[in-house]
């Protein structure tokens, strides 16, 4: 007997409504309407609902979308978003391993004071403690760091968890940034824990909504600190002082310590070569009274001074950790200069320090009249100084000179804490230049990420330059992956390749290990060919030996990032 196939029968059937969508979508929403710009998303299962409010919020133009494969690389963009604009970047992940590789981000927020929402999608309690799958215990995993901490209620649908997830959004937000009952505290990451059942995606009752942005509520200003003028006083800037520190110095007549990851350095009072001077009994050992802005660490005097008991200190309440190394150190949330003189032979002290301690890196300019004499001998002294300076090889301090040179305040410069950050902070001149560096817990990892978030985050038309060592760019190869359908950064990576972690010979370890254990288990060896690498993320490449092929090479606008290798000896 002959049977007749049935024709198959589409059935079309309405997705399911998922409360976890409403939810998401009224999360999202309201942080959109409290000023959220960014969101940096890794995909997963358990945060797809996020995911695709994300998406819809992409599509009206309300945010900017970034995914990254990778969780640690998503949370150090975010970082980098929030360094640049001040504003928060909320991360979203999916549950389990996920939220553990956000923690090393969450730590440099914490002790940096940088703004950071990190939305953690999680099984629902009935889930955990019972070998599910992609479960772990997330909820207050980031506590020891974050401003905030908290978990919301599994989304089902009852009246009134919309409104929950809106009230969270205004004190995540508030948090995160120091205002509205958080207001006089740091800035720093906020953790929302967010478990959903399925239908984790579906038909949205809401969806999105229309954003209509919120008025901000700003913490409270608080009145400065004025400082008497008596006192012989230095002025400190730390990792993201800011301009407030050259102002101080201007203002009070005072010689300025500006680190190279400051902001301030630039201005008349610029101190240069302020290490040996700090240790000069009649400049470092007379200081009476410092005044510090932003966390000072690249340099062992100014730790030092700060730790002297016979030196008031008071230091501006940043956005990270306030400072206290020497147990007595005053608080103020600005500082001020009383009316008086200005003490000219203490800064004039300094200043003539100051000139006879700056160094000349760059090349002389070029000898206009001797090229154009007709005296065989100048004619020719001057074509070779021309052709020498053409030449000049690299090494750290032309390095350092050249970046710093190239950049200008429409960019960016980020510093990868390598060796090649002390190197410019003990040589560049001032020079107002927008300035990031990861110094709250000073570790290699995320800069590649973080200055890419700087970069996508900065208004100005600019490059961001990134200037770190090989093992720098390494730790976080996994930040040069960036998606085909975004728009790219515009980035340069100006890696100083030593084959290894050279900024170990200037420690302590150097004089107590042997050459064979300092390679074993210090310098972290490596041969890693860096054109390969760039070819295999899709990044231009070039490989540079002398100060004018850098010199081309940094003003060169590229249509892709590019990585920029300076072959340097060890």
Request: with cysteine.
């Amino acid at each position: 007997m002959t049977t007749t196939p049935r024709t198959a029968r589409t059935v079309r059937t309405e997705p399911p409504a998922s409360p976890a969508s409403d939810a998401a979508a009224a999360l999202l929403t309201r942080l959109v309407e409290g000023g959220l710009q960014h969101i940096v998303l890794s995909p997963g299962s358990r945060s797809q609902a996020l995911a695709l409010v994300a998406a819809e919020l992409e599509r009206r133009g309300e945010i900017s979308l970034h995914v990254r494969i990778d969780e640690r690389v998503a949370g150090f963009t975010a970082l980098g978003i929030g360094r640049e604009s001040a504003m928060p970047a909320a991360v979203v992940c999916t549950s389990g391993t996920a939220t553990a590789n956000l923690l090393p981000a969450v730590m440099e927020a914490d002790h940096a004071g940088v703004p950071l929402l990190l939305l953690t999608a999680d099984r629902p309690p009935e889930l955990r403690g019972i070998g599910a799958n992609q479960t772990t215990r997330q909820a207050g995993m980031y506590a020891a760091h974050a401003r905030w901490s908290t978990e919301l209620d599994t989304p089902s649908g009852a009246d009134g968890e919309l409104d929950a997830a809106r009230a969270a959004a205004d004190e995540a937000m508030d948090a995160a940034l120091g205002r509205g009952a958080a207001a006089g505290a740091p800035c720093g990451p906020v953790h929302l824990n967010l478990p959903y059942r399925e239908p984790l995606s579906g038909e949205s009752k809401r969806g999105p909504g229309v954003v209509s942005t919120r008025s901000a509520r700003g913490a409270t200003e608080s009145s400065a600190t004025f400082l008497p003028r008596g006192p012989r006083t230095l002025v400190v800037a730390g990792a993201d002082a800011g301009p407030a520190a050259e102002q101080l110095a201007h203002d009070g007549g005072w010689p300025l310590v500006a680190e190279v990851v400051s902001g301030s350095r630039f201005g008349r009072n610029l101190v240069h070569g302020y290490r040996a001077l700090l240790r000069d009994p009649d400049l470092g050992g007379r200081v009476e009274r410092v005044a510090v802005f932003g966390h000072p660490t690249l340099s062992r005097e100014v730790t030092a001074l700060l730790q002297r008991t016979d030196v008031t200190v008071v230091a501006v309440r940043g956005p990270g950790e306030q400072l206290n190394l020497n147990g007595a150190t005053e608080a103020a949330a600005s500082l001020a200069v009383e009316p008086g003189e200005t003490d000219r032979t203490w800064l004039g002290a300094w200043m003539r320090a100051s000139h006879a301690a700056r160094v000349e890196i760059a090349p002389p300019a070029p000898d206009r009249a001797g090229m154009a004499s007709a005296v065989p001998a100048e004619h020719l002294a001057a074509i070779s100084a021309e052709v020498a300076a053409l030449r000049m090889p690299l090494d750290r301090e032309v390095l350092v000179d050249a970046v710093w040179r190239a950049t200008w305040p429409h960019d960016r410069l980020v510093f990868g804490s390598s060796r090649l950050v002390r190197v410019a902070d003990a040589l560049v001149p001032g020079k107002k230049v927008p300035v990031h560096a990861n110094r709250g817990l000073a570790g290699i990892d995320g800069t590649i990420a973080t200055a890419t978030g700087v970069a996508l985050a900065s208004t100005d038309p600019g490059t961001t330059r990134v200037l770190l060592g090989d093992l720098t760019l390494l730790h976080d190869v996994g930040a040069l992956l960036l998606p085909d359908d975004e728009p790219a950064p515009r980035l340069q990576l100006i890696v100083g390749n030593d084959g290894g972690g050279t900024i170990f010979d200037g420690l302590e370890v150097a004089s107590t290990a042997g050459d064979d254990t300092m390679r074993r288990v210090m310098y972290t060896p490596q041969a890693v060919d860096l054109a390969a690498l760039a070819a295999a993320y899709g990044w231009e490449f070039q490989r540079v030996t002398t100060r004018s092929a850098l010199d081309q090479a940094l003003s060169t606008v590229t249509a892709r990032p590019v990585i920029i290798e300076v072959p340097l000896d060890r």
